[in-house]
């Protein structure tokens, strides 16, 4: 198997359901947290930086949870 990164290598690997959900927990975490900072008043340069984390996490998951062939690239 060959991944893009090591996480798609464990991804990919005997463990890899397991290791997709945590992934998309923390993911879940991270977006959580900042949008209930963004929601509790930021300073202006905080909440543009809990916008910018906002945004990653949700592209993260959309990138772990699309296909991924399961023997690699």
């Known amino acids: 198997m060959f991944g ?3 996480l798609e290598e464990k991804i990919l ?4 359901d397991a290791v997709l959900k945590d992934a ?3 993911v879940r975490t991270i977006e959580t ?3 209930d900072a963004i929601a509790s ?3 202006p340069d905080d909440h543009a930086a809990a916008e910018a984390i906002v ?3 949700r592209a993260a ?3 772990l949870t699309s296909p991924i062939p399961k023997d690699g690239v």
């Open 4 to 6: 893009f990164s090591e």
């Open 13 to 16: 690997g005997e463990n890899g």
């Open 24 to 26: 998309l927990e923390t």
């Open 33 to 35: 947290e900042a949008t």
């Open 41 to 43: 008043g930021l300073s």
């Open 55 to 57: 945004t990653a996490s």
């Open 61 to 63: 998951h959309a990138i």
